[in-house]
Every structure is written in structure tokens, then in C-alpha cells.
């Protein structure tokens, strides 16, 4: 008795939470506790990288390789073709200029002008898209991928020694360590502003070893498709642009310890993987908690 008892009180609160979704375009709590649940099984099995969409990767930063990586790409994703980092990886790695400790050693030699135009000519001689600003041209990512080594070799090119240095230097205040390195790369990587710099630390935790909270809002990352994605036409968690961060702010406190980062990584990746043309609906983890999933199926489903 008791397990069908159970069966029948989830199913009851399953067909509830329907109504709820497709009568007010909102969740109820019991969809809101599932919700919360696959978001974080779709943030702890995603990838944070956008080539590595679709091939199974869970996207581990594993050690310093793997996290240098990270914030070459963090530093150049801005306006751009994420995919084609890799292309940039490869390109300074066959004339053996990738890794930070190189080009910094390459700026003390010859200067720090000299390693950013040496970078961009490699990087066009390979035909990646040098993306130009209005200040310094098409040496933007170049410089970019420069401050990131420099600012790497005062702690001898070791994630772990970064993480550990802001961790000292602010008495063990987590808090406070990460809102001291989060502005420090600000103004010491040309170009990293605060979405990368929230996307970069983001990354560091959920896929690293960095144990930094995510219950800031910076790390929900208002952009037009996460908003689009939480939306009022697809999983309801916001009802407008006006109320993201208040109402995921409140989502992610209740459901998630506070942890906005999953929020974020996972819009991200459903996006990304699921809601690109034509849309995978019925591939969707959060199918079942998608109106716009119930309007390609025709029909809903749980």
C-alpha cells in the first residue's frame, strides 16, 4: 500500500504541476524541486566549451593544461566563434608559443610588443579571426591571450597556487577571495570584462577544484538566450527580462543553495545543444517542463 500510495501522490502532484504550467505559465514547487534537480545533472554531465558540445565530453579541468586552456578561451569569448579556439590552441602550439609560460618568457626576452604581434601573426598565418576594437585593432586578442600568461606567472603558472594565493590573502574568506581575483582580471587581461571573469571563475568550480561560491548574481550571466531560454515561452522560470535575476536569484536560493552558476551553465548548454534549429525537444532533459516542448510535441508529457 505504501508504495502504490507514493506512486499515486507523485503522480497526482506530476498532473497538478502541469496545470499549473500550462494554465499560468509558471511552476509550482514540486515542478520547481525537479527542475532544480536536472539542472544540476545537466550542469555536473555538460561540457564548458562550445566544441565540446555533442561529443560526450563532461568538460573536467583537470590540471593546469586543462585550465589554462580555460582561460585562453575565456579571455578571447567575446564576439566570436567560440568553437574556433581550439583552432588558436593548435596554431600557437605548433610554433611552440601556447603554453603561458612561454609567452611570458617570450615578453621578458623581446617585450611585450613584440610577443602580442608575434601571436596575431601567427594566429592569422593559421586564418583565425583576429577580432578588431577600436583601440587597439586586431592585436585584441593577441594582448589578451598575453595579459592572461603575465598575469599567470606570478604564481609560478599554477591554478592551484592562484587559487590558494586569494584564498591567504583574504584570511580564508571565500567570498572575499573570489571577488578579489574576479576583479583582478578585470584590469589585468585586456578585454576580460565581467562576464568573463565571472565565466572564467564559473568554470574553475563547477568543472575544477576551486571551491568558491556561485551565489552572486554576476554568475547567473543575463544575456538575450538565457533569458530567452527561462522565458515565459520556454521553461517559465522568469516571467521577463526585467525579473532574471530576482526570480532565478530566488530559484537558485531555494533550490540550489545559492548556487547561480548552475543556473547559468545549464541555460547555457540546453540552449546550446537542444533548442538550436530545428530544436531536440525530445532529446530535452527539461522537456517535461518546456512549453515550447508541448507545443512541438502537440501534446504533454512527463
Not at 591554478?159 to 582580471?185: C, H, I, P
Not at 552572486?216 to 515561452?233: P, Y
Request: glycine share 6%; charged share 30%.
Amino acid at each position: 500500500m505504501t508504495y502504490w500510495f507514493a506512486r499515486y501522490r507523485r503522480l497526482r502532484d506530476e498532473i497538478t504541476s502541469l496545470r499549473t504550467l500550462l494554465d499560468r505559465k509558471v511552476h509550482d514547487e514540486t515542478a520547481n524541486k525537479r527542475i532544480a534537480q536536472l539542472l544540476k545533472e545537466v550542469s555536473a554531465s555538460a561540457p564548458i566549451q562550445a566544441h565540446e558540445i555533442g561529443t560526450g565530453s563532461k568538460g573536467e579541468i583537470k590540471g593546469n593544461r586543462d585550465a589554462w586552456f580555460w582561460l585562453f578561451y575565456s579571455v578571447m569569448d567575446r564576439r566570436a566563434n567560440a568553437a574556433t579556439f581550439i583552432k588558436a590552441k593548435h596554431a600557437l602550439q605548433k610554433e611552440r608559443l601556447f603554453a603561458p609560460y612561454k609567452i611570458a618568457k617570450s615578453v621578458d626576452s623581446k617585450g611585450e610588443s613584440w610577443a602580442v604581434r608575434r601571436i596575431a601573426k601567427i594566429l592569422k598565418g593559421y586564418e583565425f579571426p583576429l577580432l578588431r576594437d577600436h583601440a587597439i585593432g586586431e592585436l585584441s586578442f593577441p594582448k589578451s591571450i598575453v595579459d592572461a600568461a603575465r598575469f599567470l606567472k606570478d604564481f609560478n603558472y599554477d591554478f592551484k597556487e592562484l587559487y590558494k594565493y586569494y584564498v591567504t590573502a583574504n584570511q580564508s574568506n571565500l567570498g572575499q577571495a573570489r571577488d578579489s581575483m574576479w576583479s583582478d582580471v578585470r584590469k589585468k587581461i585586456y578585454g576580460a570584462g565581467p562576464r568573463i571573469s565571472s565565466q572564467f571563475i564559473r568554470g574553475m568550480v563547477l568543472k575544477g577544484s576551486w571551491r568558491f561560491s556561485l551565489n552572486d548574481d554576476r554568475f547567473l550571466e543575463k544575456c538575450r538566450f538565457n533569458v530567452w531560454i527561462a522565458g515565459s515561452t520556454r521553461l517559465c522560470l522568469v516571467e521577463c527580462e526585467e525579473k532574471y535575476y530576482d526570480q532565478l536569484g530566488v530559484f537558485s536560493d531555494k533550490h540550489l543553495n545559492g548556487n547561480r552558476g548552475i543556473v547559468a551553465h545549464s541555460l547555457w548548454f540546453l540552449r546550446k545543444r537542444y533548442c538550436n534549429r530545428p530544436p531536440k525537444c525530445q532529446e530535452c532533459p527539461l522537456a517535461g517542463y518546456c512549453l515550447r516542448a508541448y507545443a512541438v510535441e502537440g501534446k504533454g508529457r512527463r
